[in-house]
């Protein structure tokens, strides 16, 4: 079974301009979840997505967006780049999201904003 | 609100000595934990985790990690540690009540030498 997939590995984008991840789940999960991970906050929650609806959000600017296609593909966008969003975004798949059952990570989006 | 502390940012340890990584949470209702394997430039692995039950919980790699309810801890061992343990380790928790959104310490790095 393929693990979780996110296009692309790494990005190098300038101020000011936008950008999106992708997230490909493995396959039968209906929950996406993606996460920033940076070396002074740590990884912070972004939003869950489950059956193409939001279901929680995080404590981010609303230049941070996300959407889940019907396939359970999911997309996160940047507008508007600040040089603070350089981070590693991690996407998170599991069956039905919650506790109880296994996110598994991708190796995660390097963006690096210049 | 749910926290958690990882106080120890960095532990050094010789191959084949036992190691133990702290975490403590505080949170208001019920929560899962989880403890996190991060290697250089991947993504998440879950190592192990807490839903009820025993209170001692062994995982993958040979790591266990006991639940103490009244110390709110849930500390991460290893009786012998290899040098292909040297990674990032996180603990995290959940809510009970079908939250999606993992919480996550600000990690420790397992340093193995040989």
């Known amino acids: 079974k393929a693990g979780v997939t996110q296009t692309p590995r790494y990005l190098i984008k300038t101020r000011g301009q936008q950008v999106t991840l992708s997230c490909s789940p493995i396959?039968?999960?209906?929950?996406v979840s993606w996460y920033q991970q940076t070396p002074g906050q740590g990884l912070q929650f972004l939003f869950e997505?489950?059956?193409?609806?939001?279901?929680n959000k995080g404590n981010f600017p609303g230049r941070f967006s996300g959407r889940q296609f019907s396939n359970s593909r999911s997309e996160m966008n940047v507008s508007t780049l600040e040089l603070g969003d350089s981070a590693l975004y991690l996407c998170?798949?599991?069956?039905?999201?919650?506790?109880?059952?296994?996110?598994?990570f991708g190796q995660g989006t390097r963006l690096t904003v210049v | 609100a749910q926290s958690v502390t990882q106080l120890d940012s960095q532990v050094p340890v010789f191959e084949e000595a036992p190691v133990e990584l702290r975490c403590n949470y505080s949170?208001?209702?019920?929560?899962?934990l989880f403890w996190y394997v991060q290697y250089p430039n991947q993504g998440l692995q879950l190592l192990l985790k807490?839903?009820?039950?025993?209170?001692l919980v062994k995982g993958i790699n040979g790591f266990e990690a006991e639940f103490n309810k009244s110390q709110t801890s849930f500390h991460l061992r290893k009786p012998s540690v290899h040098i292909s343990d040297t990674a990032e380790y996180f603990c995290?928790?959940?809510?009970?009540?079908?939250?999606?959104?993992?919480?996550f310490g600000s990690g420790t790095r397992l340093l193995v030498r040989p």
């Open positions: 807490y839903l009820s039950g025993s209170t």
């Open positions: 998170a798949s599991s069956p039905e999201g919650g506790g109880r059952t296994e996110a598994f």
């Open positions: 396959s039968g999960h209906r929950s």
């Open positions: 949170s208001s209702v019920s929560v899962y």
């Open positions: 997505y489950f059956s193409e609806t939001q279901r």
């Open positions: 995290a928790v959940i809510r009970m009540d079908s939250s999606y959104k993992l919480i």
